[in-house]
């Protein structure tokens, strides 16, 4: 499955109120309908005074070239697609979104655990945007997290899912991957995690804590946006 997962950011002079209620009584019933779209995620913060964005929009796609045709492709947030409802929802984002301040990756979804059989609403997650460390390639990375950090990272208590997005044109990029880590309860992600007002953390337990020093290998964390947030399932077309 191929997904376009993009980190809100409102628009100067929006508040975060105003932000949601226009994502969700104006864009949304857009967005759930975009050409292709067969599943819809969106992640509302925990604490929105704690965390660097407004939100996440994940919109699900059974192949990669429906989903470039509505939402574009990667190295270039701004796109002008051809199909009506694509085309709608994309100028409806000037109207609540600062587009050049609103991270994204396109990639494709592996699920390296899942113990909830896929339901993940109103589950907490962690999502988190990963940078290669400096001097390390795009597949050194890729080996490293797979084979190295993966094992680990499905250690962590409390986890009950684990998927890896990887993008499908690395070259163009803006992240090397994301990690999205799913919680039953706060408290477990951010013992495990960290609190979201801190991309630094210190867990006490040792399979929290193996993850956390492994991660100095291969991420740099500074340049490494993530969220804390609950999922909400808009659509789900895929069953």
């Known amino acids: 499955m191929y997904k376009h997962v993009a980190l809100l950011v409102r628009k ?11 994502w969700r009584e104006t864009h949304t019933p857009i967005a759930r309908d975009i050409e292709g779209v ?11 005074t704690a965390t660097e964005f407004d939100g996440i929009a994940e919109l699900y796609f059974e192949e990669v070239d429906a989903l470039y045709d509505a939402l574009g ?5 701004d796109y002008d697609p051809s199909r009506r409802v694509a ?12 587009v050049e301040r609103r991270p ?22 962690h999502s988190a945007f990963l940078v290669r460390k400096d001097g390390l390639s795009h597949d050194a990375f890729l080996d490293h997290w797979v084979n190295e950090h993966v094992p680990l990272a499905r ?18 990029a803006e992240f090397d991957g994301i990690a999205e880590l799913y919680f039953e309860e706060l408290d477990a992600l951010r013992a495990g995690l960290g609190h979201e007002s801190s991309r630094d953390y210190d867990p006490d337990h040792p399979k929290a804590a193996a993850p956390r020093d ?24 895929t069953e």
């Open 12 to 22: 100067a002079g929006l508040s975060h109120d105003a932000f949601l209620d226009h």
């Open 38 to 48: 067969v599943r819809y995620h969106q992640v509302l913060p925990v604490d929105r």
């Open 73 to 77: 492709s990667e190295g270039s947030r």
């Open 87 to 98: 085309a709608q929802a994309r100028t409806d984002v000037d109207n609540f979104l600062d």
């Open 104 to 125: 994204r990756l396109i990639g494709e979804e592996t699920v390296e655990l899942d113990t909830v059989d896929g339901d993940t609403e109103g589950l907490y997650k």
């Open 155 to 172: 250690e962590i208590p409390g986890v009950v899912r684990y998927a890896r997005v990887t993008p499908t044109d690395p070259e163009h």
């Open 214 to 237: 492994d991660v100095d290998n291969f991420l740099s964390i500074e340049d490494r946006p993530r969220f804390v947030g609950q999922e909400r399932l808009i659509k789900d077309e």
